[in-house]
């Protein structure tokens, strides 16, 4: 059950454009999300996080954005760049919940593509 | 302040071998989560580990166990391979305990990249 979807696998985008990653989720106890980014035979890296008592997080060209009667969260990058090329990860956590304090659920990622 | 290590980066195995990798979390991180990659499947969650307990578990069969130690670092074990197998193993750890969001924030080490003849 997946319960953080990315129903995007792919998007492309010219340099100096704004990137939109989409995020939707499943379950209501979600109080906290990540975006994680991913380089090829590396080890994802932590972008931005939110908390559910706001609706917007911003830092430097990145800045999420969270929906929470619609579940929906979502990336942007502005202005987009080459080096920003990679998966982009979308991560939820139910962190008051003690049996799932550790975990965090991805979603299946969207390979973003910046192109000059 | 060091990151998250794995050991080793690159394996090679054929089928029915058993497999060991190991990941050290970063100081002062009790909590220790195992993912696997594969093409189009995302991050698929293994199992979390924290102060030498499984707190939680993915979907995966009984051939994949772990475990941690006392210092926090972690092994995760794989029996009887199969071809299916073959993937990036990633490990990432956190503080895990309840307090201000950025606690659960996951930090990822390279992986382990295992390959399944």
């Known amino acids: 059950d997946q319960q953080v979807k990315q129903n995007s696998p792919s998007l492309s985008v010219q340099e100096g454009r704004i990137s939109i990653l989409n995020c939707d989720y499943t379950?209501?106890?979600?109080?906290?999300f990540l975006w994680y980014k991913k380089y090829p035979a590396e080890g994802p890296t932590f972008l931005i996080s939110?908390?559910?008592?706001?609706d917007k997080n911003e830092d430097g060209r990145f800045t999420v954005f969270l929906n929470k009667s619609a579940k929906h969260l979502s990336l942007h990058i502005v202005p987009s760049q080459p080096g920003d090329s990679a998966v982009y990860f979308c991560?939820?956590?139910?962190?008051?919940?003690?049996?799932?304090?550790?975990?965090?659920?991805f979603g299946r990622g969207t390979q973003l593509t910046v192109w000059p | 302040k060091a990151g998250v290590t794995q050991t080793p980066r690159y394996l090679i195995k054929t089928r029915g071998q058993q497999v060991t990798l190991s990941c050290s979390p970063i100081?002062?991180?009790?909590?220790v989560s195992w993912y696997q990659q594969t093409p189009g499947q995302g991050l698929q969650f293994l199992f979390e580990?924290?102060?030498?307990?499984?707190?939680n578990k993915g979907n995966f069969p009984g051939r994949f166990s772990g475990r941690q130690f006392s210092n926090s670092r972690s092994e995760m074990n794989v029996s009887t391979l199969e071809l299916g197998d073959s993937a990036l193993y990633l490990c990432?750890?956190?503080?895990?305990?309840?307090?201000?969001?950025?606690?659960?924030?996951?930090?990822f080490g390279p992986g382990t990249r295992l390959t399944v003849l």
């Open positions: 990432a750890s956190s503080l895990g305990t309840s307090g201000p969001p950025s606690y659960n924030e996951q930090f």
């Open positions: 379950n209501s106890m979600f109080d906290y």
């Open positions: 939110i908390s559910s008592i706001k």
């Open positions: 991560a939820a956590s139910a962190r008051n919940r003690g049996s799932t304090l550790g975990r965090l659920y």
């Open positions: 100081s002062g991180h009790r909590s």
């Open positions: 580990y924290f102060s030498e307990t499984q707190r």
